[in-house]
């Protein structure tokens, strides 16, 4: 007989239990991998979020620390310039004037049509995604940025006398104004440089009285005033504005939240010659709302939180030319924005219904109970499993402190 030789190798029952421990470390790694991917795209998205608000304040911080350069110095000036209404014609190609003619391109299709001179003006839920509007202007000439009085009954078809015309350069954009209106011109490209400037011929001291008139943004006739009128309106004014066609235009900007989250530009006066368009800036932004910051007392320190919804303080009464209106114009010294931001990433709820976010978020919570804004995160449009986070930021309005 054959002896039986002794069994090797792995029972069923061994091999058995070996696979349930192997199913049983491959379900842990692949939890650990699953918590592992979904932490990581998390932080991800809070960091896009965190990236995409630190341009938008950028943005803010800039846009609106410039405010009114070039023009404050008007703000205690009887007639001055603030509070003007202005007329414009744009660059042909874009067949635009101010007033527009037509509504502002989206998300500032409600922002009225008719605007006036003025640092800052905060239009409560404006915007088509029904976020506030905030209207910033100033100028960016750099260089002799003070008013200077047009010599009586001088202004003609196509050119003005000044004391001199130091200060203004070819194709410089100027807004000549009297008794509430003003009329955005432009220095023809044919005005002599003045000694110092560039292309300025070495014998050249002084620059003469005339100044020129000629350009894209030239015309006699605005909607509401004229040169002839002007001319007319004893005593009239004129200061610039920048340069668009170095690089140095003037800041005239809408800034609002519309489709997709997005955070909204729109130039006014249409800089870069095309036609009416708002510029995304950022992504991301669910709410935009701001409040303003005022000077009660003219002592250059802000004295209390204003809302813009306030009678008296909407944007339809500070632009309505009103001194009472110019008045308040010039006590705004600061303007405080909030933003919602909302990350692209849908998340899994904490535990069965409990979503990553609150029901509500609280923009200016230190501020008087009146200016507090709550942001119902479970209103039509929002889901509260994506992260939300809040920014809030304080900008001095310079140019209009060193006026205090």
């Given at each position: 007989m054959t002896a039986s030789r002794r069994s090797r190798g792995f029972s069923l029952i061994e091999l058995m239990v070996g696979v349930a421990i192997g199913l049983v470390l491959t379900l842990a790694i692949f939890q650990v991998l699953v918590t592992s991917e979904g932490r990581k795209r998390s932080l991800t998205g809070v960091n896009d979020v965190s990236q995409s608000g630190a341009y938008s304040v950028y943005v803010l911080d800039r846009v609106l620390r410039s405010a009114g350069t070039g023009f404050a110095q008007g703000l205690n000036r009887q007639n001055g310039p603030i509070g003007c209404r202005i007329s414009a014609r744009l660059p042909v190609a874009t067949g635009?004037?101010?007033?527009?003619?037509?509504?502002?391109?989206?998300?500032?299709?409600?922002?009225?049509?008719?605007?006036?001179?003025?640092?800052?003006?905060?239009?409560?839920?404006?915007?088509?995604?029904?976020?506030?509007?905030?209207?910033?202007?100033?100028?960016?000439?750099?260089?002799?940025?003070?008013?200077?009085?047009?010599?009586?009954?001088?202004?003609?078809?196509?050119?003005?006398r000044l004391a001199n015309t130091i200060g203004y350069r070819a194709n410089d954009l100027l807004m000549i104004g009297s008794n509430g209106e003003c009329l955005l011109s432009q220095v023809s490209a044919a005005k002599t440089p003045c000694a110092g400037q560039i292309g300025a011929a070495t014998a050249t001291t002084v620059c003469g009285p005339?100044?020129?008139?000629?350009?894209?943004?030239?015309?006699?006739?605005?909607?509401?005033?004229?040169?002839?009128?002007?001319?007319?309106?004893?005593p009239a004014f004129t200061f610039t504005l920048g340069n668009p066609t170095n690089g140095n235009p003037p800041e005239f900007t809408l800034l609002g939240v519309g489709a997709n989250s997005t955070l909204f530009r729109h130039d006014l006066l249409l800089t870069n010659g095309a036609p009416p368009a708002s510029e995304?800036?950022?992504?991301?932004?669910?709410?935009?709302?701001?409040?303003?910051?005022?000077?009660?007392?003219?002592?250059?320190?802000?004295?209390?939180?204003?809302?813009?919804?306030?009678?008296?303080?909407?944007?339809?009464?500070?632009?309505?030319?009103?001194?009472?209106?110019?008045?308040?114009?010039?006590?705004?010294?600061?303007?405080?924005?909030?933003?919602?931001?909302?990350?692209?990433?849908?998340?899994?709820?904490?535990?069965?219904?409990?979503?990553?976010?609150?029901?509500?978020?609280?923009?200016?919570?230190?501020?008087?109970?009146?200016?507090?804004?709550?942001?119902?995160?479970?209103?039509a449009g929002e889901n509260r499993n994506q992260r939300h986070r809040v920014i809030e930021l304080t900008v001095p309005l310079r140019n209009i402190l060193m006026q205090s």
């Open positions: 635009e004037t101010l007033p527009r003619t037509n509504a502002f391109p989206a998300p500032f299709t409600a922002v009225p049509r008719e605007q006036r001179l003025a640092p800052v003006v905060i239009f409560p839920g404006a915007s088509d995604a029904g976020s506030d509007v905030i209207m910033v202007m100033s100028g960016a000439s750099g260089y002799g940025e003070v008013l200077s009085d047009v010599q009586a009954a001088s202004i003609g078809a196509a050119d003005l005339l100044l020129p008139l000629a350009g894209a943004y030239f015309t006699s006739t605005g909607t509401h005033t004229s040169l002839a009128a002007l001319n007319a309106s004893d995304p800036v950022s992504e991301g932004v669910r709410v935009l709302r701001a409040v303003y910051g005022i000077d009660t007392n003219a002592d250059g320190i802000l004295d209390a939180w204003q809302s813009p919804g306030a009678v008296g303080w909407d944007g339809a009464t500070l632009m309505n030319g009103s001194a009472l209106s110019n008045q308040r114009l010039g006590q705004i010294v600061a303007v405080r924005v909030g933003l919602v931001l909302r990350s692209a990433l849908i998340e899994k709820e904490v535990q069965p219904g409990v979503p990553v976010a609150p029901a509500n978020l609280t923009l200016f919570g230190d501020l008087p109970a009146a200016n507090q804004i709550t942001v119902d995160l479970n209103a």
